[in-house]
């Protein structure tokens, strides 16, 4: 079984940056990609990022395009979000997660994931 820890949110004032990490442990992860997707109070969790295992592309959701980076570090086996110019908007928390086998074009779709952290929480000033 492989376990998930996020680690990294914490408070910012509106444009400042944050960085998460999500470090896998365990036995070693076969799923499709890996992503990252955030819950606000009251809302639905939604898809933020992903990156596909096999060639590393990523996809992002349209409002953090150009704002988030989402990347990979195989040999620390952890995925990381760089959050920049960030809005009172992305404050939620924020949840990694591992996809299935085989959900590697669908990796915006929650249900494409089998494995879920436990969430860190962002908060962004005004």
């Known amino acids: 079984q492989v376990q998930l820890a996020e680690s990294g949110g914490g408070l910012v004032q509106a444009g400042g940056s944050l960085r998460l990490a999500c470090a896998a442990s365990?036995?070693?992860?076969?799923?499709?990609?890996m992503g990252w997707f955030r819950q606000a109070p009251g809302n639905e969790r939604e898809f933020v990022a992903a990156i596909r295992w096999s060639d590393g592309y990523p996809y992002y959701k349209d409002s953090v395009s150009g704002r988030f980076t989402i990347s990979r570090d195989n040999a620390k086996n952890t995925l990381y979000l760089q959050m920049n110019s960030l809005k009172p908007e992305d404050s939620a928390v924020y949840y990694c997660?591992?996809?299935?086998?085989?959900?590697?074009?669908?990796?915006?779709?929650?249900?494409?994931?089998?494995?879920w952290g436990q969430g860190t929480q962002v908060t962004v000033s005004s």
């Open positions: 365990g036995r070693t992860f076969s799923g499709s990609g």
């Open positions: 997660a591992g996809a299935r086998p085989l959900a590697g074009h669908t990796l915006y779709r929650p249900t494409s994931y089998d494995l």
